[in-house]
């Protein structure tokens, strides 16, 4: 059975091999192993093959055992024919049939010139012309007379002999080829190849040629020649076609179709021009350019008249090719209108050659605003090293009617290219040039009502522009921390969320921290307010424009000298003598960045130093003051006696060159001798400020609060040991809601909360408390308002149960939410102590009530994402704005702080319809953004304040990070999301009374660094303001204002004590100019008499006021005691109506400190120097160092 089952195999195996032979065409070769296929089939039972492939087997011998393991199989593409073979190598095969194309051209453009070449040859004049051999005669005599027209002149012309023999040649080429094609294009229908244009015409022109090898005579019969110009455009546009594929590149359908008009125009004349010179020859005899002249000037509608056409025929020729044109010259404008109106919405193309001569950016969003746009361009231009950028946009959307006019702005129209298309296609980051461009910024659409599926989008386009260019870098901004981890591969990740809500943590316990970190991603000249005639404005507009710089300390005239010093040293004395706040630094072999290592790390020749500047050092120019006034026989002076207040004299453009003046430091032994002030006479002295050592001394640092905290909790425990809050825990939260969270070490209970416990408002058998009052408090609540419990809310309680905040200082929180949280978020929570939940809305009273907003100190109002979006775009924060208004009415003493979709919105937070100080500051906030200015918004008050925030206020640190790569490590340590070993973190310290001794921000500084290694890096100051409100001023009499008068003086006498920077704002302020104005008024009415009918409208209207104010204080108090909470703790008068707050950061060294500032401070991270003695922490006085707010916190029980 072995020989058939072989024989088997063999005859199947050819059997086969026949089969492929007949249905495929190529050569190729494949050997199969059918080894194992035999020995898988030993077994089986094969039945004997028919007698003639036995005989067969017979006849071959034993060749067919020699390759038994083996059989060589060929696989064919294409049929193995002559005609497949000649169809492959004329039309398939794209190389081939370029060249065939390209010959074929060039046949059609010889016939062409041959042409010409004949009629330049042929003269009719001639006496022995004789065009036609058949008549033999010559009736050119006869066509003076325009009544005849003489026909032989029109069908005969004179060809000479190389001439013809050479149309001839090309004549017999062209119509074999037309001919081979034609059968190899042949698919069933005859007739439809025959009566083909391109055939007809290929027939007209070659076929005459062939007859007149044969028949003599015929060589002079006139042949339309001219009309291969049509073949020749035919050709062309397939010839380009067939390039495109062969190279594998295409160009746009615009400069096909400009292509095929200029062709178009071009065989139209010059048919014309052939067509009309020959047919005159029987008329005017016009020459070849006489013809071509007429066709240009009939073309364009010009029409002279000097040259026309003198006998029908030409005239019915140039009557047919005007309606030929009439035809299809308009179906081609059409067509290219067309591309042309898509190609500006597409918006092309991005210039191959400028993306390899010039450096370019790619911005990819889901829908480009106007806000967006601007605020990418104004901070991305900021710099002067990206002033030669392309910016290249890519975005799905037709391009906005804001958006086009603002491109078309010469600023812009030159530096910014739009283009419609998606990054998920290679073709159109082929068109953005993505592999060639410098970055790539992806930007998710935050206005979207599903922000997950907004994310997933950014993710794709992340993923594609990954793959497209893999050595292009990433800039992603993503909503969702949950996301997060799908674009961890890119080289910067902004998620907005974990930034929004530690931003808005922080602004609880440091007061306006989202307002300094707005200005220290903006980029600033610094110049903003400084025609203002207020003084504030100027000082808070002069320290906006500090930002954050890096540069190597071997690099470095700052930071040089203090090689081999400590950190603490370095700080001081750069601030001392440069007016520069040194805040962090990196090693060189350590790629992370530390914020305030302490005094115990030594400064290296190769660290990275990051200092808060007005501009970075390469831009300084230093001018020794000193010096200079030596030089000049003038007396010494301090550093800052200019009138500036800063130690920079002039800033050129946004990053101009910056004047310094130095002074040189004092020793160190003088620092220390400080002049204490007496009080009453009495001479008594208070400890005097130590210097800062170059080197770090355990003993005489001392370390932080938080590091006795857990044993002045122990010895310091009260009467209410059972209370919660007690007994706490330090660790790293167990759960974390998504992944790539960093893990902080926290504050934490020492067992799990039950779910029904973190419920505020009701009991359940563990405890039966169902509202705050009920659970004793000795902190101010924090509470924030949210739509759901997403998990970037974790990020908001994480920096205040962090474990440098103080046990004694943890206020509790409160998460009012519109729907209650899933298991998975309180799984995440119930680890921390005191963080409650409660079901509710900021628009219903009761709700507010029961979560205890009568005994909160703050308010965190976040943004909703079913409102963000709205129809009209501005409208989205409506709601927030109308209920947080509210909620200002009912609790003036709570402080609110808001997040707004759109930050134009926040001119509206704690509206006064009438306030005029408000539209003084309108007119400066026009003022400024007619200027340029990127901060234009700075000087609105709730936004100095830190009362309102927007999350688009970030975008920039997006965006700096290009120049700046730094920025996000930064801020993400500033705002505690990430905790690096040895790096500070930021803390607040409030000026008391007793703290005035110090006098100044320098020795503060100086303070600060010799006793507990802390860095201050600015200040929030809050001023007593009278704000003018025409409401305010009808309800007070001539009395009132009197009293107004003495509360301005006295005010004044207070506001001599402020330093140097503020000591004139009772001055030239416009609103006490125009208070002062009113009080005149109002005391030249007052001298006349007031009719009684005056007297009764006063009354009324003084009435109706305090009656506003009691009606909302008792609808409070009525509420309260309808759901059984008690009214004691309502503040119905106590507000900050009468204050401005704003944000100095990095003032100068003499800027004096006034009650009550609260100082921006990086403290040194405590883990990295734990005291030996766990006493010394608590000699420590935390008088000086306590948070805002925790005087009151203390006192304070529910």
């Known amino acids: 059975m072995s020989p058939p089952r072989r024989s088997s195999s063999s005859h199947g195996d050819r059997t086969s091999t026949e089969t492929l032979q007949r249905n495929n065409s190529s050569n190729s070769g494949v050997i199969l192993d059918i080894s194992a296929l035999k020995m898988a089939e030993v077994d089986t039972e094969v039945p004997p093959l028919p007698p003639r492939y036995r005989f067969r087997d017979l006849l071959l011998g034993d060749q067919t055992f020699q390759n038994d393991d083996r059989v060589q199989v060929e696989f064919y593409v294409n049929e193995n024919t002559f005609k497949e073979r000649l169809k492959l190598f004329f039309i398939k095969n794209q190389r081939s049939s370029l060249r065939i194309r390209l010959f074929n051209f060039s046949l059609k453009i010889l016939t062409c010139a041959l042409y010409i070449l004949r009629v330049s040859l042929d003269d009719p004049e001639e006496p022995n012309y004789k065009p036609c051999a058949i008549c033999g005669n010559n009736s050119w005599s006869n066509a003076t007379d325009s009544s005849k027209i003489n026909w032989e002149l029109i069908f005969w012309v004179h060809r000479r002999v190389p001439v013809w023999a050479i149309q001839v040649s090309v004549a017999l080429i062209s119509f074999l080829e037309t001919m081979l094609i034609t059968y190899l294009s042949y698919k069933g229908n005859i007739w439809e190849q025959i009566f083909q244009i391109s055939f007809i015409l290929e027939m007209i022109n070659t076929v005459p040629f062939i007859i007149t090898i044969f028949w003599a005579p015929l060589r002079n019969i006139f042949v339309p020649v001219f009309l291969n110009c049509w073949l020749a455009k035919g050709a062309l546009e397939n010839m380009i076609n067939d390039f495109h594929r062969a190279i594998q590149r295409t160009h746009s359908a615009m400069f096909n179709q400009v292509f095929i008009l200029i062709c178009t125009l071009l065989c139209l004349v010059f048919t014309g021009a052939c067509g009309i010179q020959h047919l005159e020859r029987a008329g005017k005899h016009l020459t070849l350019f006489d013809s071509f002249y007429f066709c240009i000037v009939t073309f364009s509608t010009v029409g002279y008249g000097d040259v026309t056409p003198q006998i029908w025929p030409s005239q019915l020729l140039v009557v047919i090719l005007i309606c030929v044109a009439l035809v299809v010259l308009p179906l081609q404008f059409e067509e290219l209108a067309y591309l042309w109106m898509e190609s500006q919405k597409l918006g092309g193309n991005y210039s191959r050659h400028r993306a390899q001569t010039e450096k370019h950016v790619v911005l990819c969003v889901s829908s480009l605003k106007i806000d967006l746009l601007m605020d990418f361009l104004n901070e991305f231009y900021a710099h002067p090293r990206l002033q030669d950028y392309y910016v290249v946009i890519l975005c799905p959307t037709e391009i906005d009617i804001q958006v086009r006019r603002i491109l078309q702005i010469p600023l812009w129209s030159q530096r910014v290219i739009y283009l419609q298309g998606s990054a998920l296609k290679d073709q159109d980051l082929m068109r953005a040039k993505m592999d060639d461009a410098e970055a790539c910024f992806i930007l998710s659409s935050r206005n979207e009502v599903d922000r997950t599926a907004a994310d997933h989008q950014t993710i794709l386009r992340a993923w594609a522009a990954k793959d497209f260019a893999p050595n292009c870098p990433l800039y992603v901004q993503i909503l969702k921390p949950e996301n997060k981890f799908h674009v961890k591969f890119a080289d910067h990740v902004v998620c907005e969320e974990e930034f929004k809500y530690a931003m808005l943590a922080l602004n609880c316990v440091c007061p306006a921290t989202s307002t300094l970190v707005t200005l220290l991603v903006h980029t600033s000249r610094g110049q903003e307010g400084q025609l203002s005639p207020e003084q504030w404005q100027r000082t808070y507009g002069r320290c906006s424009g500090n930002e954050v710089y890096h540069i190597r300390l071997c690099d470095s005239k700052f930071f040089g000298e203090y090689d081999g010093k400590s950190f603490t040293y370095a700080s001081f004395h750069a601030h001392k003598k440069y007016g520069v706040c040194l805040i962090g630094v990196k090693r060189e072999d350590n790629k992370s960045i530390m914020l305030n290592p302490g005094p115990r790390h030594i400064m290296a020749a190769a660290d990275t130093c990051y200092y808060i500047n007005i501009t970075k050092e390469e831009n300084s120019a230093f001018i020794f003051k000193q010096e200079e006034k030596h030089n000049k026989g003038l007396p010494v002076t301090g550093l800052y006696d200019a009138p500036s207040r800063l130690p920079v004299h002039s800033i050129i453009a946004s990053m101009g060159t910056v004047a310094i003046d130095l002074q040189n430091p004092d020793p160190p032994e003088e620092s220390s001798k400080l002049t204490l002030p007496t009080e009453n006479g009495a001479g008594s002295r208070r400890p005097s400020i130590a210097p800062v050592l170059e080197i770090a001394d355990s003993s005489a640092i001392l370390p932080c609060d938080l590091l006795s905290d857990q044993s002045e909790d122990e010895t310091n425990q009260s009467d209410e040991e059972g209370s919660v809050g007690s007994d706490f825990v330090k660790g790293y939260p167990p759960n974390s809601p998504y992944i790539g969270s960093s893990p902080t070490l926290c504050h934490l209970l020492p067992q799990k909360a039950p779910f029904c416990c973190l419920r505020l408002d009701k009991g359940c058998t563990h405890n039966s408390f169902e509202d705050a009052k009920a659970y004793g408090f000795k902190n101010k609540l924090i509470i924030v308002s949210a739509e759901t419990a997403g998990n970037g809310l974790y990020n908001f309680i994480v920096p205040l149960r962090a474990y440098y905040r103080p046990r004694k200082e943890l206020n509790p929180i409160v998460l009012l939410l519109d729907y209650p949280p899933d298991n998975h978020f309180l799984e995440a929570i119930c680890c921390f102590p005191m963080v409650y939940f409660m079901a509710g809305t900021i628009d219903n009273l009761d709700n507010l009530l029961q979560c205890g907003i009568i005994y909160a100190d703050n308010l965190v ?338």
């Open 861 to 1198: 109002v976040v943004d909703k994402e079913s409102t963000m979006s709205a129809e009209e775009d501005y409208m989205a924060d409506a709601k927030t704005i109308v209920n947080v208004q509210t909620m200002f009415r009912l609790f003036p003493s709570l402080s609110i702080i808001t997040e707004l979709t759109h930050p134009s919105n926040m001119r509206f937070m704690q509206f006064r319809a009438k306030d005029c100080y408000s539209l003084a500051l309108s007119k400066l906030e026009k003022i400024e953004r007619d200027k340029g200015s990127n901060l234009a918004f700075m000087f609105r008050l709730p936004f100095a304040a830190g009362r309102v925030f927007s999350i688009s206020m970030l975008d920039t640190l997006l965006y700096q990070s290009f120049v700046k790569d730094y920025m996000i490590a930064i801020i993400r340590l500033l705002l505690g999301l990430d905790t690096t070993p040895g790096s500070g973190y930021l803390g607040a310290m409030k000026i008391t009374e007793e703290d005035l001794w110090i006098r100044t921000y320098g020795r503060l500084f100086q303070k600060l660094c010799s006793s507990s290694a802390e860095i201050p890096i600015g200040i929030y100051r809050t001023e007593s303001h009278m704000f003018s409100t025409s409401e305010s001023q009808v309800s007070i009499n001539v009395e009132q204002g009197a009293e107004h008068t003495e509360r301005r003086d006295t005010w004044k006498e207070k506001a001599s004590h402020r330093n140097s920077t503020t000591s004139d704002q009772s001055e030239h302020p416009l609103l006490r100019k125009k208070s002062m104005q009113w009080a005149r008024r109002l005391s030249r009415k007052s001298a006349k008499p007031s009719s009684r009918a005056e007297r009764i409208s006063q009354q009324r209207l003084n009435l109706y006021r305090r009656s506003e104010r009691q009606e909302l204080s008792e609808l409070v108090k009525n509420r309260m005691k309808h759901l059984g909470l008690p009214t004691v703790g309502y503040d119905e008068m106590n507000d900050h109506q009468n204050t401005l707050s704003y944000v100095l950061i990095n003032p100068p060294p003499d800027t004096m400190l006034e009650l009550n500032d609260i100082v921006y401070i990086i403290r040194s991270d405590p883990l990295a120097h734990m005291p030996e003695d766990s006493q010394v922490g608590q000699a420590r006085g935390t008088r000086n160092q306590q948070d805002f707010g925790t005087e009151t916190r203390d006192e304070t029980h529910l």
